[in-house]
């Protein structure tokens, strides 16, 4: 074994593959934590909790605990529902918390009439028993209710289980997305103009190359499978099959959030997932994560890949039926 350091990548893209482990995309209003690692506390509705209570990874157990959610509807007005709760081993306050979403509920079943205490904890005990985020509504002039996880210093209760991978899925995941990067075509040109030399290329390449082998994260025949690599074994957008440029991995306009980059030529480039997350799988994980354009990611997001193909096809194919030349 070699006893030479490992050079670093270029900051831009070490932050950019670092940050493929933290969530995204919470606002300020929401239960949900922003920028946290994506082994953190996670929140699971209670209509999942049957089916997503294990995790993957970590011999099922969620690394850093779950929250089952409960809709207070539910709760206070379903008979036995206590009961029902502590037979799939929920408690509230322990490892379970009301959560009040909408003014009705909020009205109907108020908590501080009952006198309820809102979480202060993410771990066991939670130090109350509900969490409230009602938003406010303009015609009746009814204030935003916000209880619980509402401070700097604690905000949001926890993650999205969708969002969850444990701390080992994580890291796989961040290797195998450093060595895509290697495999785009002008990846070398782009990390020498990035300031690496020739040698630390070379090395931090092997070195990937080496730990991606070991841990089985590097068969192109899966990444050819799951549209994250072409037949030239080169990184390709996994919407538009597109080779990737290794630029859009270090321009800092691009990694500016939520601005439109001006520079049409720099395309941005962002984490994929394939298949799209969603409550009831855990789709953070080697061989569904590539990298693609932005804008690619952002038609989509939600439907994923093949169905987004069948949309645009459907679109496309009005549009010559109706004679419009493109
Ligand atoms: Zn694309």
């Known amino acids: 074994m070699s006893k030479k350091r490992i050079p670093s990548l270029p900051q831009l893209l070490k932050s950019k593959i670092y940050k493929t482990g933290q969530t995204r995309g919470a606002d300020d209003d929401v239960i949900f934590q922003n920028r946290v690692n994506r082994n953190s506390t996670v929140l699971i509705p209670y209509d999942f909790y049957i089916s997503i209570n294990e995790a993957l990874g970590n011999k099922g157990k969620f690394e850093n605990g779950f929250i089952v ?110 060595y895509l990067f290697w495999l785009c075509i002008d990846s070398k040109q782009v990390a020498l103009e990035a300031g690496m030399t020739l040698e630390s290329i070379e090395l931090r390449k092997s070195h990937i190359e080496g730990i991606c082998k070991d841990r089985k994260l590097a068969n192109h025949f899966l990444l050819k499978e799951n549209r994250i690599i072409d037949n030239d074994g080169n990184t390709v957008c996994p919407l538009c099959l597109e080779k990737l440029k290794g630029i859009g991995f270090l321009s800092r306009l691009a990694q500016a959030e939520g601005r439109i980059v001006p ?36 038609v989509c997001k939600d439907s994923g890949i093949i169905d987004t193909l069948k949309w645009m096809k459907v679109i496309v194919d009005k549009n010559l039926k109706e004679g419009i030349k493109f």
């Open 69 to 178: 959610l409960i809709n207070p509807l539910e709760y206070f007005s379903k008979e036995n529902f206590e009961n029902e709760m502590l037979s799939k081993g929920l408690k509230l306050g322990k490892n379970a918390l009301l959560f009040y979403e909408t003014r009705h509920q909020w009205n109907d079943y108020n908590p501080i009439s009952r006198k309820l205490k809102p979480a202060t904890k993410r771990t066991q005990p939670l130090g109350g028993s509900f969490v409230a985020r009602v938003p406010s509504t303009t015609s009746s002039g009814d204030k935003k209710i916000s209880y619980g996880f509402n401070i700097s210093k604690l905000k949001g209760a926890g993650i999205r289980v969708y969002e969850y991978a444990s701390k080992e899925v994580m890291k796989d995941c961040q290797n195998q997305l450093e």
């Open 263 to 298: 520079d049409l030529t720099v395309t941005e480039i962002n984490l994929f997932h394939i298949k799209e997350l969603r409550t009831g799988f855990f789709n953070h994980k080697p061989y569904n994560l590539g990298w693609g354009h932005h804008h690619c990611n952002v």
